[in-house]
Structure formats: structure tokens, C-alpha cells
């Protein structure tokens, strides 16, 4: 599995975008970056993906860079109900799913 | 929207019992997983299914663990003999596709307190 490196925290305010990094200097032609995230006292809950371009959802931007070596996640407006455990994940194939550490987020009234 | 759903939410049980963990995966779902959580630890792979069989595990998954899709909806964890260090939030996961796409649905968890 390829490795990613994650800030162990972050901080935000309300209603601010926040910009979560991730590095995965390591990852191959073919391996997907995930990103999800695990809510107090809930199950870990997917939030997007990307190959190569850059992807919108209803949840979330996902920025990748030009060569794949890092990822970001971008919430353009936080709310206090977005603070969670950001997972980065690089996934080949069927791979399971590994998760790190990820980055704790916190979200200022 | 499609959920996973786990039961029991919460098991309490004596060291050296058994113990059924039960989840209900979204219907077309074909790969099944369960992962656990101890307390204040990251999230651990245990198990991948797929086919009705084991496609992968981890050294976690041990003798004492096995899986079973008994009747195509329900997919269940036993562990044979509980250890104090099975005490954990154990999450189940069910996903469409096999490949780098795959998006997995996670279950809201089954903590279990071995005693």
C-alpha cells in the first residue's frame, strides 16, 4: 500500500474553507486517492475520490496535484458538524481500505 | 439512502465466550468487510469477503475469528473465545465494486466489552 503523510490536526472557523493536506510521494499510475472520515462515535464515511482530475461532490472538493504525489481536501465552508477525522487512502485495485492516523479536525463557533 | 446496518449496537460478554457480530450490507453490494476499533486506536482491517469466501485477512484475524454469509443478506464476525483485548468497536462495510473506484459504506459499529 502506498503511504500517505497527514497533518496529526488542524483547526478552522466556522463557515471558513479549510484545506486539508495530504502526500503520497509513493503512489503508482493506477491507485486511487480516497478521502474519508470518521465522525465522533460513528463509523468511518466515504467523502471522494479521484485518478487524476481534480473532483467536486455535494461534500467536498478534491484537489490533486499535476504529478499525484499530494492531494487536497478542500470543504469550501465548515461547519461544526464537519469536525471529524480526515482519511487519506491510496487504494489499488481491491484493496482493502488502511487507515492511518489521519488529521483531526476542529471546527472554532 | 442505502445504510448498513449492524447488530447489536452494544454486547457485553464474559472472557472466553462467544460471540456473533451481525451486519446487513447494502443488497447489491457483492465485497463485505469488517474492520475494528480499539478505544483511542485507529481503524484495523480484519477481513475482506467476497464470492463467499475470504479474500483477504489480516494477522488480526486469527483462529478465533471467522466470517459466514448465511443466507445472502446477512453477513456475520464470530469470535469463538473472547480475550479482554477484543474489546472494541467493530465496524462492517460493504461495497458494489472490486476495483481502485471502490467506495466502501460503513455500518454506525457493534462495540463489544469482553469482561
Known amino acids: 500500500d502506498a503511504k500517505t503523510t497527514q497533518p496529526n490536526s488542524m483547526e478552522s472557523n466556522e463557515e471558513e474553507p479549510v484545506h486539508l493536506p495530504c502526500n503520497h510521494s509513493?503512489?503508482?499510475?493506477?491507485?486511487?486517492i480516497h478521502w474519508y472520515r470518521q465522525l465522533p462515535s460513528q463509523g468511518p464515511e466515504y467523502v471522494i475520490h479521484?485518478?487524476?482530475s481534480n473532483v467536486n461532490n455535494r461534500m467536498a472538493s478534491l484537489a490533486i496535484a499535476e504529478d499525484r504525489k499530494s492531494s487536497t481536501l478542500i470543504l469550501h465552508r465548515a461547519t461544526l458538524r464537519d469536525a471529524a477525522v480526515y482519511y487519506c487512502?491510496?487504494?489499488?485495485?481491491?484493496?482493502?481500505?488502511?487507515f492511518g492516523q489521519g488529521t483531526r479536525l476542529t471546527i472554532n463557533p | 439512502e442505502p445504510e448498513v446496518t449492524q447488530t447489536p449496537s452494544h454486547q457485553v460478554t464474559q472472557m472466553g465466550q462467544e460471540v456473533i457480530l451481525r451486519c446487513v450490507p447494502i443488497?447489491?453490494?457483492?465485497?463485505f468487510y469488517w474492520y475494528r476499533q480499539i478505544l483511542g486506536q485507529k481503524v484495523e482491517f480484519l477481513v475482506s469477503?467476497?464470492?463467499?469466501?475470504?479474500?483477504?485477512k489480516s494477522e488480526i484475524f486469527d483462529d478465533q475469528f471467522s466470517v459466514e454469509r448465511p443466507d445472502g443478506s446477512n453477513f456475520t464476525l464470530k469470535i469463538r473465545s473472547t480475550k479482554l483485548e477484543d474489546s472494541a468497536m467493530y465496524f462492517c462495510?460493504?461495497?458494489?465494486?472490486?476495483?481502485?473506484?471502490?467506495?466502501?459504506?460503513f455500518g454506525a459499529g457493534s462495540r463489544l466489552t469482553v469482561l
Open positions: 462495510a460493504s461495497a458494489r465494486k472490486g476495483s481502485g473506484a471502490n467506495v466502501l459504506t
Open positions: 509513493t503512489i503508482s499510475g493506477t491507485d486511487y
Open positions: 469477503f467476497y464470492n463467499n469466501e475470504i479474500s483477504e
Open positions: 487512502l491510496i487504494i489499488q485495485g481491491a484493496q482493502k481500505l488502511v
Open positions: 479521484g485518478l487524476t
Open positions: 443488497s447489491n453490494h457483492l465485497y
